[in-house]
């Protein structure tokens, strides 16, 4: 009994949801409780996912009966107005001879309506609506295996959910956690020790939901992934390498995304941009494409839903959803230019190059340069209907989601954007450009909506707006105010002088629009909450030693507590003096591919 209680003295029990996990109070395993958000939206949309899938299996069949029921009626004999058949059956030999042919024919007729009971039978396999299974879901970098248990113990009619890791500790610690939440989730729930991208590969079209949630990014498993998936499944992808997507280092994200990435206020809708066009390109060479349902910024990462299926006409139109992006390195006005467009001459429809360029040699409004970023993705990045229908079942099930008032926050933001604008703008930076007294959001909002456009805020910064509106309108509308607002006289050859200098073609009308405030903002609806904590944000690779160097991350407290730490099985924690060098724990030698798959 004493030795039970030594080794559990080295564990602490973490509780999320429904689920309870058993953690090393050392950093063999990672688990990041900050994920709670990214956990907690994942449950959510798979709820929605679930109840979808089955709305449409049952609307599949309804429709296919209905055909069924189209063919029988128009073989069968049609019925004289006293519900009796227009034809006699030929029941005997003699009214066989008399009616000659014609009893032949109807015996025929009789015989393919009888028919159509079996056809099921001879129908061929990929034509038959097959029986609808419970989803199964694969978390390809499980770690300490929290999220697959959540799935299980929370998430009704819900399969099979396949658990896996690379590295052993991680599927150890998740086999344990499997067990220490009873039944509910050992029925469910199985751990393997492999390496996600051959497991993908090896078991094609078998997941009905597929979730990556490496510790970086997700780049090397997409491949793997899209093919992983089956038709109409869902894909979750999150990406955590935002200083690489938001454009600190602009070739790195080109060699792992294939996109090219500018600078500005939109960098990380940019981002979730990139991710989908990364995850098209890759789908795209199976037959494939995505329909995004939910693509969100939170906290310290991206994560977008998408439903994978497989069309080889469909993939043609891939070209219409990319675009580069023209970005004014003078002002904040930035344009698309879209790959491909369609041609159509009667009912042939043709593909063909985009025309452009859609913007001059240098900026219309201030004269400057571009600088030319992408190909990201330029369809809607959200499903409406996906987005509400979320937001009413989270609402529905208060109770069982921690993090409910974050995902609440963000959904509702999600749910007021305009889905088919791409990219927004910081009023903040607009009015900084030309040096002019910043104007409320109201105002402003009221402005666009007065010129006859749409506007609205936009979930990744709360200072960004999203509009249709052309950027001569909205430099108008700036000079409209300045002209009532006048500003100290600027530097000749800056943004703000050259956009100032020409007159306004639109007079701007700033009385107060209806629409000027959200309905969250009018129902004081919270829709951009702070950090819950000090230090909520990414944490140590798991297996890596903790040092005074990582205080940063984790607190002075935090630090302070693991360096005093010994561990009783044998892993010695490094005791360096703030700003010496990380020591290296034995599991931190493995290859920079292998890092790539504990969970973020």
């Known amino acids: 009994m004493g030795d039970v209680e030594k080794k559990l003295e080295a564990y602490e029990v973490k509780r999320e949801g429904e689920a309870e996990i058993l953690m090393l109070k050392t950093n063999a395993v990672f688990f990041n409780p900050v994920q709670v958000h990214n956990r907690d939206m994942s449950i959510a949309v798979l709820r929605t996912f679930v109840a979808n899938r089955k709305e449409e299996h049952e609307e599949m069949i309804n429709k296919r009966n209905k055909s069924r029921q189209h063919v029988s009626q128009d073989i069968l004999p049609k019925a004289d107005g006293d519900g009796t058949s227009s034809e006699q059956p030929a029941s005997s030999s003699l009214d066989g001879e008399i009616n000659g042919d014609h009893g032949k024919e109807l015996h025929r007729t009789v015989d393919k309506a009888e028919g159509l009971s079996t056809e099921a039978t001879h129908t061929p396999s990929w034509k038959r609506i097959r029986e609808l299974n419970a989803p199964v879901v694969l978390e390809a970098l499980a770690a300490s295996g929290l999220r697959s248990l959540r799935y299980a113990r929370e998430i009704d009619g819900l399969g099979k959910v396949v658990a896996l890791d690379n590295d052993e500790a991680s599927v150890e610690a998740c086999k344990r956690n499997i067990k220490f939440n009873g039944s509910a989730a050992s029925d469910k729930v199985e751990a393997h020790l492999a390496d996600a ?158 025309i452009g360029p859609v913007v001059p040699q240098v900026c219309s409004d201030c004269g400057k340069k571009f600088n030319v970023g992408g190909p990201i993705w330029s369809a809607p990045i959200h499903d409406q209907d996906w987005v509400l229908s979320t937001l009413a079942g989270v609402k529905a099930m208060k109770d069982r989601y921690p993090a409910y008032n974050k995902i609440t926050s963000v959904l509702t933001t999600v749910s007021e954007e305009l889905h088919d604008v791409q990219l927004f703008f910081s009023q903040h930076n607009i009015t900084g450009t030309v040096k002019c007294t910043p104007l409320s959001a109201a105002v402003f909002r009221s402005a666009v909506l007065n010129a006859g456009y749409r506007i609205s805020s936009t979930h990744v910064n709360p200072l960004g707006l999203k509009s249709d509106a052309p950027w001569d309108v909205i430099w108008d509308i700036i000079r409209c105010w300045v002209r009532i607002h006048p500003i100290k006289e600027q530097p000749q050859d800056s943004a703000g002088t050259m956009i100032l200098s020409k007159s306004p073609k639109l007079e701007a009308n700033f009385s107060r629009a209806v629409a000027a405030v959200s309905n969250a903002q009018a129902k004081k609806i919270n829709r951009f909450l702070p950090n819950p904590q000090r230090y909520w944000g990414p944490k140590i690779r798991g297996g890596r030693t903790i040092t005074s160097k990582h205080a940063s991350l984790l607190g002075h407290e935090a630090v302070n507590g693991v360096i005093r730490h010994e561990d009783g099985n044998g892993l010695v924690v490094d005791k360096l003096a703030p700003g010496t060098e990380e020591g290296v724990s034995r599991t931190e030698e493995k290859s920079s591919d292998d890092e790539c798959v504990t969970e973020q």
């Open 197 to 354: 991208r051959v497991y993908m590969l090896s078991h094609p079209k078998e997941f009905d939901v597929v979730d990556l949630d490496p510790y970086g990014s997700p780049a090397i498993f997409l491949d793997s992934a899209v093919q992983a998936v089956a038709d109409g499944g869902l894909l979750m992808c999150t990406a955590t390498d935002m200083a690489v997507l938001c454009g600190a280092n602009g070739e790195v994200c080109y060699s792992k995304y294939g996109s090219y990435p500018v600078k500005g206020k939109y960098c990380h809708e940019m981002a979730l941009r990139i991710l989908l066009a990364c995850i098209e390109s890759h789908a795209n060479r199976y037959k494939r494409f995505i329909v995004p349902v939910l693509s969100v910024s939170m906290d310290f990462y991206i994560r977008v839903f998408v439903r994978v299926f497989t069309s080889a006409s469909e993939i043609k139109n891939a070209p219409l959803k990319l675009s580069y992006v023209y970005q004014c390195v003078g002002c904040d006005s930035f344009h698309l230019q879209c790959l491909g467009r369609t041609v159509t001459k009667g009912k042939s429809v043709k593909y063909a190059p985009g």
